[in-house]
């Protein structure tokens, strides 16, 4: 499979790791947009939002759980936000579900 985030994950794509466990990492998107941009991604391959199911969402209870505590360690005191985009209307360009935490500056409220 030809996936970015398989590749950071194991080892073969560089990254700026924030957070890592058995089940989760967290690394700084490439293309920052805002002054903290993560991305928290499950380290077992899950498409998107789309193919969330009994068997796997374990692991969104452990991305939300690990959120809070990767945003506190950045200083997002003041909050934030956090985004996964879904297929091509929502503009999703790597196929791998991800989470974006963005802050460090108040946001726009419209995305459009
Ligand atoms: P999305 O549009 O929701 O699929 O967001 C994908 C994000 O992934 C985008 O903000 C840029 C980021 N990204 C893509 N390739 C890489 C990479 O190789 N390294 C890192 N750190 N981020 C990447």
Redesign the pocket.
Known sequence: MDC?FCG?INGE?P??KVYEDDLVLA?????P?APV?I?VVPKTHVSSCDSIDADNSFLISKIFEMIPQIAKKEGLSNGYRV???VGEDG????KHL?F?ILGGKKLPVHLC
């Open positions: 970015v950071i794509i990254s700026n690394f700084r998107d490439i293309n947009e941009h991305l985004i996964t985009n503009g999703q360009s790597v991800h974006h």
